[in-house]
């Protein structure tokens, strides 16, 4: 079982990870050039609403996403119900979100939110269809096709996006990504998966699985509101430049770090899943996964804040400049990021459903006290806060998902300390090279970034890190062959 869940892991990740790499890239480049045509302050529009979308989006699959992959036995009952259930979510959700439409405006003094809003709400509809194949493409862990769909539409929808933008559509050009990215997931999912629903219904099948899913539900709507309440705080108090800059700084930290983390994640809750019962497989396979990510997190996260102003000034021009202090105080955010969210995953698989709801709890009042402490200082006070919450949150949510399986929090950081060293060591050899005098910021980025990337590797291979040495071996026996 052991080397079968081991080969059919690495084959889904590869998968995984070729197409986020491939997204994160399309985004990556539709976004800088949107951020060359468009002004922060139409960014922040868009995140004046994105706690709303979230909120709604959150609430499509009742939970019952994790609930069907972490179910053993799943039924054709099972399936139909939920992707039926989906359907009339996605509507009722798009009604309410056109019904608040005009409060959300006047809530923000911006008129342009009204039809912005209701716009937006189409991609509850739209999305609702294609949920379930989502679902069961990840419980057959079959990314294969994820991908080939991901890269597809994160290709359509970027072009789209931009030739808006070009044309002089501002805001709606970002709206108009929005739709169509979900649009072309939802009808290639559609035309390459052969998963059709058939007319069954079973109200008993959803009680089933609401005791695990309604508080996974639960767990994620806290995690949608309290994670973007920082969006309506700053939208309320704050100017939409303001909160342009804020989204920006956010969104380019996490699309290289998240990404990688969402996606790991994204295939261990399966894993985790079907060896639910196997204490120390499970301990073993925690150690790996956690050590495997923090080795690429770390350093990405540490060398990103050392970057960052060349970076911004290159990519994104002088005009979001303002973005770099917050790219810089949120990369101390993601830094743990990972570890929180393995550990979270765990929770799942355990079917701990009501520890992982208790901890969110937790967390959201903690995020609640860092607002009203910290909001009359400013938004880099808020991320500092931010930052210390992390910690919190991490230790408490390691501390007791590590204690289900015999995998200490102090035995998760003698593990995890190697690497943050080694990380560490590498961001001040890039900060010592930003130092020096260089003819422009283009050449700045190059020199910084080369030298980064040789000595944490040179670090790695030297101290041989296990995580590094394992991934190094892999990749000499692939060239042997």
Request: with cysteine.
């Given at each position: 079982m052991?080397?079968y ?6 084959r889904a990740?590869s998968w995984?990870f ?5 997204g994160?890239g399309?985004r990556?480049v ?10 922060p302050?139409q960014?922040?529009?868009i ?6 979308i979230?909120?709604?989006q ?14 053993r036995?799943?039924t054709p009952?099972d ?8 359907i ?26 009204k ?5 937006l709400?189409l ?16 419980k057959?862990?079959?990314?294969k ?7 597809l539409?994160s ?7 931009v ?9 709606w ?12 997931n ?7 998966n052969?998963w059709?629903p ?6 008993k ?6 005791g695990?899913g309604s508080?996974l ?10 994670g ?17 800059l804020?989204t920006?700084a956010?969104?380019?930290?996490e ?12 295939v ?6 079907v ?8 301990k ?12 690429v997190?770390?350093p ?6 050392i ?19 917050y ?27 009501n ?14 006290i ?11 006070a808020?991320?500092?806060?931010m ?5 919190i949150?991490?230790?408490l ?13 102090w ?9 943050l060293?080694?990380?560490v060591?590498m ?5 010592a090279?930003?130092?020096?005098q ?6 700045m980025l190059?020199?910084q ?17 296990s995580?590094?040495?394992e991934?190094?071996?892999e ?7």
């Amino acid at each position: 079982m052991a080397n079968y869940l081991r080969t059919k892991t690495i084959r889904a990740l590869s998968w995984s990870f070729f197409g986020n790499i491939w997204g994160c890239g399309v985004r990556f480049v539709t976004g800088i050039v949107l951020a060359r045509l468009l002004f922060p302050e139409q960014y922040g529009l868009i995140g004046m609403l994105t706690i709303f979308i979230a909120v709604a989006q959150s609430s499509i699959d009742g939970g019952f996403y994790s609930a069907l992959i972490q179910k053993r036995e799943v039924t054709p009952a099972d399936i139909c119900s939920v992707f039926y259930f989906n359907i009339v979510i996605g509507v009722v959700a798009a009604g309410l979100l056109c019904l608040i439409a005009p409060w959300v405006a006047t809530f923000y003094k911006q008129p342009i939110l009204k039809p912005l809003m209701r716009v937006l709400s189409l991609t509850m509809v739209i999305g609702s269809f294609g949920n379930i194949h989502y679902i069961l493409l990840t419980k057959q862990m079959n990314f294969k096709l994820q991908t080939k769909v991901g890269m597809l539409a994160s290709v359509l929808s970027g072009i789209i996006g931009v030739a808006f933008a070009t044309a002089g559509f501002g805001v709606w050009s970002l709206a108009i990504q929005q739709i169509s990215s979900v649009f072309f997931n939802t009808v290639l999912i559609w035309f390459w998966n052969a998963w059709r629903p058939t007319w069954i219904f079973s109200l008993k099948s959803l009680r089933d699985m609401f005791g695990f899913g309604s508080r996974l539900l639960a767990s994620a709507l806290l995690i949608q509101i309290f994670g973007n309440i920082y969006l309506l705080v700053i939208g309320k108090l704050f100017s939409a430049t303001d909160l342009g800059l804020y989204t920006r700084a956010k969104n380019l930290e996490e699309l290289p770090s998240r990404f990688f983390s969402w996606n790991v994640g994204l295939v261990t809750f399966p894993v985790f899943s079907v060896v639910q019962h196997d204490l120390a497989l499970l301990k073993r396979g925690l150690k790996k996964v956690l050590t495997f990510l923090v080795l690429v997190n770390f350093p990405l996260v540490i060398g990103l804040a050392i970057i960052a102003r060349p970076l911004v000034l290159v990519l994104l021009t002088e005009k979001w400049a303002g973005c770099i202090p917050y790219l810089q105080l949120f990369c101390g955010v993601e830094l743990l990021f990972p570890v929180l969210l393995i550990n979270q995953n765990l929770l799942q698989a355990l079917g701990r459903s009501n520890l992982f709801l208790r901890l969110e709890f937790i967390n959201k009042g903690l995020l609640v006290i860092n607002i009203a402490i910290t909001w009359q200082w400013g938004i880099s006070a808020m991320i500092c806060g931010m930052i210390v919450l992390s910690i919190i949150s991490c230790y408490l949510t390691s501390y007791y998902s590590g204690g289900l399986i015999g995998y200490p929090i102090w035995e998760q950081l003698r593990d995890l300390l190697p690497y943050l060293f080694m990380a560490v060591l590498m961001g001040l050899s890039v900060f010592a090279a930003g130092l020096v005098q260089f003819p422009n910021y283009w050449v700045m980025l190059l020199v910084q970034i080369t030298i980064g990337i040789v000595i944490y590797i040179s670090l790695c291979r030297l101290f041989r890190l296990s995580a590094f040495m394992e991934i190094w071996q892999e990749a000499r026996n692939k060239i042997s062959i």
